[in-house]
């Protein structure tokens, strides 16, 4: 008898009769017509004026910095009395 392959040594067949595109083939079209907003940012996140990255855009930042802030320590607190009265037993 001999030893067989166990996986065929034929390649499958196409499922879907189409093959794929390499990006050479693909039409050099720009899509985006708008302006680059990296090197401005670069510019403003890079800036040592001692602020954190994640304040550095403004009023915009601290305000959702701010609730981030209240949600966190109002969800703690919520959980802590949440956990102190599934503590207490039930009086009847």
Do not use: W
């Amino acid at each position: 008898q001999g030893l067989k392959p166990i996986v065929s040594t034929e390649s499958p067949a196409l499922i879907f009769g189409t093959t794929t595109k390499l990006p050479s083939d693909l039409p050099a079209t720009d899509s985006f017509l708008g302006k680059n907003k990296v090197p401005d940012l670069q510019k403003l996140f890079q800036k040592a004026d001692g602020l954190p990255v994640h304040l550095k855009r403004g009023v915009p930042d601290k305000l959702l910095y701010r609730t981030t802030m209240a949600l966190t320590i109002g969800g703690t607190i919520y959980c802590l009395v949440a956990l102190y009265m599934a503590s207490q037993p039930r009086n009847r």
